[in-house]
């Protein structure tokens, strides 16, 4: 297994795998898996073997087979190979990541949280512009059985958020295999009634894929040629958080 480092922002527990420097675990603090159970709710949901959320995609090359090294912490060079980091309220924390994807294209990753807070930041930039002019794409994903979704009063669905600032639900059903161009859009968010995994796209024109792989969904955001800065907001559906976030 990859090394991992943890940063725990009193409202979640995050794990991040170096390999991809993906989301291993998501844990909201405040919330249980089941009902009277003593488990942390994880928002981070694969399936068996499948790949974790906020990885990159580049052409037809992604960074899910990437070791990445943990580089500084707080811009400051790192002096281990993994960190453990608990944040006060309002406190900042920046984890930069190096790796090399397949191709030979250099890639820095940096994962940017605050304690008290559901928002992740991800700033991504290359050693040099993407050949071709290929934009970058930041995915977040979620397994969700398609046998225990039929038993389920809850029911899951993508929203959208488009550039006329109307919502627009697509029922899990109706998203068909393989990847799908949806437009434009201020922000894209997998979710249940009372929890979403949203993203939000550095650029403003042609940014939201969603497709599906059997019971895996995904959602990508674009960035441009030369990376971007992304944003992800991953708990509660509650409008005050949502609105400080």
Do not use: M
Not at 37 to 43: E, I, T
Not at 121 to 128: A, I, T, Y
Not at 206 to 219: A, I
């Amino acid at each position: 297994s990859s090394p991992s480092s943890l940063v725990d922002t009193g409202v979640t527990r995050i794990s991040v795998a170096h390999l991809g420097a993906r989301l291993a675990s998501y844990k909201a603090t405040r919330y249980q898996q089941d009902l009277h159970g003593k488990d942390f709710l994880d928002l981070v949901s694969s399936g068996a073997n499948g790949p974790l959320p906020l990885g990159l995609y580049v052409g037809a090359e992604s960074d899910e087979r990437v070791l990445y090294t943990l580089a500084s912490i707080n811009g400051v060079p790192a002096q281990s190979q993994t960190v453990d980091l608990k944040l006060e309220p309002g406190q900042k924390s920046e984890l930069e990541f190096k790796g090399v994807l397949p191709s030979g294209l250099a890639v820095t990753k940096k994962l940017a949280c605050t304690g008290g807070s559901y928002l992740v930041g991800v700033n991504v930039s290359f050693d040099r512009p993407v050949s071709d002019g290929f934009p970058v794409w930041l995915e977040w994903n979620h397994f969700f059985s398609s046998e225990v979704e039929k038993s389920l009063r809850i029911k899951h669905s993508v929203t959208f958020l488009d550039g006329s600032d109307k919502i627009r639900h697509v029922q899990l059903d109706q998203i068909a295999p393989g990847v799908q161009d949806y437009g434009t859009n201020k922000w894209v968010a997998l979710g249940d009634t009372y929890f979403a995994s949203v993203i939000i796209p550095t650029v403003a024109t042609r940014n939201t894929l969603v497709g599906r792989e059997g019971d895996l969904f995904f959602s990508r955001v674009a960035g441009s040629a030369t990376g971007g800065t992304f944003y992800a907001y991953v708990g509660p559906k509650e409008y005050k958080i949502l609105e400080v976030s």
